[in-house]
């Protein structure tokens, strides 16, 4: 089981969910929530993460606001209510406490997200490139013209996309994956046959859930975390 910490966020306050391995120490990787917010699924992750020996943290970017998985209506609007700026703050200010933490081993910090968090990893790897060497977005991304400088960033990319997503498109995770690829940025972006939007969240709140798919990508995941950030 892990523990809500606190760090600064650019001279104020932010919280989250830190999960540290019971061997004490690995590699530290930051964890982006899905539009629910800081819900069941992502503490899923972060204590799976632990268990396979890395030290996770999850920001809380709705400081405290969480909708329910049949929330959708909330989801959308905490979303879409959430100051970008204010979250960028806070996912910066975990980047810093995580890598500075005493069981933090290794040069460098991962950052995964899903959904709304899978943006928001992109967002995070082009703004934190002086430490963030490794990033793992799951079914999101960034589209339209409010888009980071993805020259900035240095980690090495490994997406994980779905086929059937009306959220984002698995088009438009292929442009994306030649943009990046076109700026210098190792990056592949992998569109999973015959999934739907968040065929790894184990709430399974959108009824698209792929156990037998994600028993397979996890140990891909945390093989390409060690041999990024150990």
């Given at each position: 089981?892990g523990?809500?910490?606190?760090f600064?966020?650019?001279?104020s306050?932010?919280?989250?969910?830190?999960?540290i391995?019971?061997?004490?120490?690995?590699?530290?990787?930051?964890?982006?929530?899905?539009w629910?917010?800081?819900?069941?699924?992502?503490?899923?992750?972060?204590?799976?993460?632990?268990?396979?020996?890395?030290?996770?943290?999850?920001?809380?970017?709705?400081?405290?606001?969480?909708?329910?998985?049949?929330?959708?209506?909330?989801?959308?609007?905490l979303?879409?209510s959430?100051?970008?700026?204010?979250a960028?703050r806070?996912m910066?200010?975990?980047v810093?406490?995580?890598?500075d933490?005493?069981?933090?081993?290794?040069?460098?910090?991962?950052?995964?997200?899903?959904?709304?968090?899978?943006?928001?990893?992109?967002v995070?790897?082009?703004?934190?490139?002086?430490?963030?060497?490794?990033?793992?977005?799951?079914?999101?991304?960034?589209?339209?013209?409010?888009?980071?400088?993805?020259?900035?960033?240095?980690?090495?990319?490994?997406?994980?996309?779905a086929?059937h997503?009306?959220?984002?498109?698995?088009?438009?995770?292929?442009?994306?994956?030649?943009?990046?690829?076109?700026?210098?940025?190792?990056?592949?972006?992998?569109v999973?046959?015959?999934?739907?939007?968040?065929f790894?969240?184990?709430?399974?709140a959108?009824?698209?859930?792929?156990?037998e798919?994600?028993?397979?990508?996890?140990?891909?995941?945390?093989?390409?975390?060690?041999s990024?950030?150990?």
């Amino acid at each position: 089981m892990g523990t809500t910490v606190t760090f600064a966020s650019n001279g104020s306050q932010a919280s989250g969910y830190l999960a540290i391995p019971e061997s004490g120490s690995g590699p530290g990787v930051i964890v982006v929530q899905e539009w629910w917010g800081l819900d069941s699924g992502i503490v899923d992750v972060c204590d799976d993460l632990a268990s396979h020996g890395f030290v996770a943290l999850a920001p809380d970017l709705y400081r405290g606001e969480l909708a329910g998985h049949t929330e959708m209506d909330r989801a959308g609007e905490l979303m879409s209510s959430m100051p970008m700026d204010r979250a960028a703050r806070d996912m910066s200010g975990a980047v810093d406490f995580l890598g500075d933490h005493v069981a933090t081993t290794g040069s460098g910090i991962g950052v995964m997200g899903f959904c709304m968090g899978g943006m928001l990893t992109f967002v995070l790897a082009a703004l934190r490139p002086d430490r963030v060497t490794a990033a793992v977005p799951f079914y999101g991304f960034p589209s339209g013209d409010d888009q980071p400088d993805y020259s900035k960033i240095t980690a090495v990319i490994r997406g994980h996309m779905a086929e059937h997503d009306s959220f984002f498109s698995p088009e438009g995770a292929t442009e994306l994956e030649r943009r990046l690829r076109s700026a210098g940025v190792d990056a592949t972006l992998t569109v999973h046959a015959g999934t739907g939007h968040a065929f790894m969240a184990t709430h399974n709140a959108l009824g698209t859930r792929n156990a037998e798919l994600a028993a397979k990508i996890w140990p891909d995941v945390h093989e390409f975390l060690r041999s990024q950030l150990c």
